[in-house]
């Protein structure tokens, strides 16, 4: 008997099948329809069971993306516990330091029982001695961790290779960054930063959302914020000098032009992956 959530999802796969798999689907029939008859069951019933496999792959990937999205929902109350914590409204540590303290004493426990050769512990050694505290003296008359996310970003493998000095200085006013993932109807990434009032650009709150073909996964399109650049602020824009001849009187003229340049904001344009 046939499962009924294969059954429901063969249905659905029915309304949501792409032209190119129905063109896929029918020219299969064909091939086995032209089969010499006394081979053409066996390859009726492959065809079937191949159909079953992907009808189940396909709820396996339905209910992925469904318990996904539950999880999701489950992290905001922890993120929203970190975010008062960043921004100095909750200075009320005392329910988590008890937890990070016993953990920590139990590492030290199973730590110290580790036989190391001498070679390791020369390692350790020059570790501890080469080793700079982070310096972390500037919160001390301050609530919160107001340069968190900055940090967080200039410190990401691959964000700190296209974050330019001028970016830098923008991030500065950087106050809350929040990322989501939906993975129904189709692969979704929404990343949300907000922004103290600064001398770059007027808006508070900057997006991007990053929309995936569902069968590839590939990025098929970047919904952005139209950024609102305070005069001679665009960090995403430079200007450049260039020298003119004229032909005709051999006459030479400086022209500035204004050019696309590397930029960390480059990643709130818009843009369309073409047909």
């Not at 069968?215 to 200007?239: A, L, M, R």
Request: proline share 4%; hydrophobic share 35%; glycine share 2%.
């Amino acid at each position: 008997m046939t499962d009924p959530q294969v059954e429901a999802s063969a249905e659905g796969e029915k309304t949501t099948m792409s032209k190119q798999e129905r063109e896929m689907e029918q020219s299969m029939v064909k091939v086995i329809s032209r089969m010499p008859e006394s081979v053409q069951d066996r390859f009726k019933v492959l065809h079937v069971l191949s159909d079953e496999r992907s009808k189940l792959n396909d709820l396996f990937e339905k209910e992925v993306a469904e318990l996904a999205q539950k999880f999701e929902q489950r992290k905001k109350p922890i993120l929203l516990q970190r975010d008062a914590i960043l921004k100095g409204e909750n200075t009320d540590f005392s329910a988590f330091t008890g937890e990070f303290d016993a953990t920590a004493a139990k590492l030290e426990t199973v730590v110290a029982g580790i036989v190391k050769s001498q070679s390791e512990k020369e390692a350790d050694e020059k570790e501890a001695a080469e080793h700079k505290p982070k310096d972390v003296a500037h919160l001390a008359d301050k609530a919160g961790v107001p340069d968190f996310w900055k940090c967080a970003l200039k410190n990401h493998p691959m964000l700190q290779q296209v974050i330019t000095e001028a970016d830098q200085e923008a991030l500065e006013h950087l106050t809350f960054l929040e990322a989501s993932q939906e993975k129904l109807p189709f692969p979704k990434l929404v990343i949300t930063m907000k922004f103290a009032e600064n001398d770059f650009f007027t808006n508070t709150e900057l997006s991007f959302t990053a929309i995936a073909d569902k069968d590839s996964n590939q990025t098929v399109e970047i919904q952005g914020t139209v950024i609102d650049w305070k005069e001679g602020k665009d960090t995403t824009k430079k200007k450049v000098k260039k020298t003119q001849k004229n032909k005709k009187t051999g006459e030479k003229r400086v022209i500035v032009k204004t050019v696309p340049c590397d930029s960390f904001f480059n990643i709130f344009e818009s843009k369309k992956q073409p047909e």
